[in-house]
């Protein structure tokens, strides 16, 4: 697993706001800033006496809108379709998860004396063919799962059965 250094840049408000008074004039006292696509909004109302007698610019202030507040986008949950597979069991895994063992996945790979990559490509291919685009990551899941449910019914430990 490779392992990606972040780093971050932290910007307090007040120094934006005072950043923002000196260079427009306007006190932002009790205004609440908000994000709005690739900005950080502070709307702040003018009475028509003040922006007349300013001469500082303020045409960006009054020629925008306040909409509504941008919302942050969900991303799209990326989990594998198992649609039409049948549970046969449900384990506790190596990582104390509890997992669901699929019927497809079982029979493919029990009773066949195949090596590790040639079982992690068989459990790729009934994924792809089941309208997936399964991550290495999720390949792995289901492959160890498959392999300690099939090791533990040959010890005889005791699972959680489905249904």
């Given at each position: 697993m490779k392992v990606q250094e972040e780093r971050l840049f932290k910007i307090p408000?007040?120094?934006i706001r005072a950043m923002l008074q000196n260079q427009y004039g306007v006190d932002l006292n009790g205004v609440d800033p908000y994000?709005?696509?690739e900005h950080?909004?502070?709307?702040?109302?003018?009475?028509?006496?003040?922006?007349?007698?300013e001469s500082k610019p303020t045409r960006q202030l009054s020629a925008e809108r306040k909409r509504g507040r941008a919302r942050r986008r969900r991303r799209k949950r990326n989990r594998i379709k198992t649609r039409g597979w049948n549970v046969i069991a449900k384990i506790t895994n190596s990582n104390g998860l509890v997992a669901n063992i699929y019927e497809p996945l079982v029979k493919a790979i029990e009773g066949r004396e195949v090596t590790k990559s040639e079982q992690r490509k068989i459990v790729r291919q009934l994924l792809i063919a089941n309208g997936n685009d399964p991550s290495e990551e999720s390949v792995d899941y289901f492959t160890s799962n498959?392999?300690?449910y099939l090791a533990q019914k040959k010890m005889g430990a005791p699972l959680v059965h489905a249904g």
């Open positions: 408000i007040d120094e994000l709005e696509e950080i909004v502070f709307a702040v109302r003018q009475n028509s006496e003040s922006s007349v007698g498959t392999l300690e």
